[in-house]
């Protein structure tokens, strides 16, 4: 297995060059992948969470169902994503996972992580930079649900998506592949999924989004950014000055 392939190596190799030890140790995570297919269910809320699963192929995303019958979706996972890792303190699961489409997941338990604790201060550290970021996400999605247009939840959540899978080289240059259904992005971004497709058709109209079925292309970046008040501060720090010389 060549190791720079793998997507979870791609990922953490963002936040600071990985040793071909720390590599291998990692890639530990994507072990017995399992094949799922699009709409499983990972595990539901109240669930006991007794492990964690590296997303190797495919996305998902993590939702809670609402009393009133209708569901929430909190984050979207994409290849390369450790998935549960703030539950890593709790006994029973905070949001249940669901695949959005077919793809590959290594479930591992908890006992696989500490066991990178012990031996890579290199892995550990950028588990604690990927929970952080994790964690900014999630208040980043609470901003666009709470005081954005529609406009701009939509234009704002591309550029996310965008700036993510540009960071482990999964889109081309202007253009992304965006395998989630009117309804999923209704969920995440608390509007009907009438008002998504209303939503990018005017975008389309003004030049600033085309979508082709799953393949979405953003033409003229600097006015979509304008757009949606885009900041990507919260996706492209990491963590090199932290660990200066320390290496791994």
């Not at 979207?76 to 994503?81: K, R």
């Not at 031996?119 to 604690?128: A, M």
């Not at 989004?209 to 970046?221: A, C, E, Q, S, Y």
């Not at 979509?224 to 290496?247: K, S």
Request: charge should be negative.
């Amino acid at each position: 297995m060549d190791l720079d392939e793998s997507c979870i190596v791609r990922h953490f190799n963002f936040y600071s060059p990985l040793s071909e030890e720390d590599k291998a140790l990692l890639a530990t995570l994507e072990d017995s992948a399992s094949r799922v297919r699009a709409g499983t269910v990972l595990w539901e809320e109240r669930d006991e969470a007794e492990e964690f699963c590296t997303l190797k192929a495919g996305w998902a995303f993590s939702y809670r169902e609402l009393e009133n019958g209708t569901r929430q979706i909190l984050e979207i996972y994409l290849p390369g994503d450790i998935i549960g890792l703030r539950e890593f303190a709790f006994t029973q699961r905070l949001a249940g996972v669901q695949m959005v489409e077919d793809g590959e997941v290594c479930f591992f338990p908890h006992c696989n992580l500490v066991n990178i604790f012990r031996q890579s201060f290199t892995l550990t550290s950028i588990l604690f930079a990927v929970a952080s970021r994790q964690q900014i996400l999630i208040t980043e999605r609470l901003v666009n649900l709470a005081r954005r247009n529609a406009r701009q939840k939509l234009a704002h959540f591309l550029l996310e998506i965008y700036q993510r899978l540009k960071q482990t080289h999964a889109h081309g240059s202007d253009s992304i592949r965006l395998p989630m259904s009117q309804e999923i992005l209704a969920d995440l971004l608390g509007l009907s999924p009438v008002h998504i497709s209303r939503t990018f058709t005017a975008l389309s109209e003004d030049g600033l989004v085309i979508r082709n079925r799953h393949k979405v292309t953003l033409p003229d970046l600097e006015a979509l950014t304008q757009e949606a008040g885009f900041d990507d501060r919260y996706l492209i720090e990491n963590i090199r000055p932290v660990l200066g010389g320390q290496g791994a």
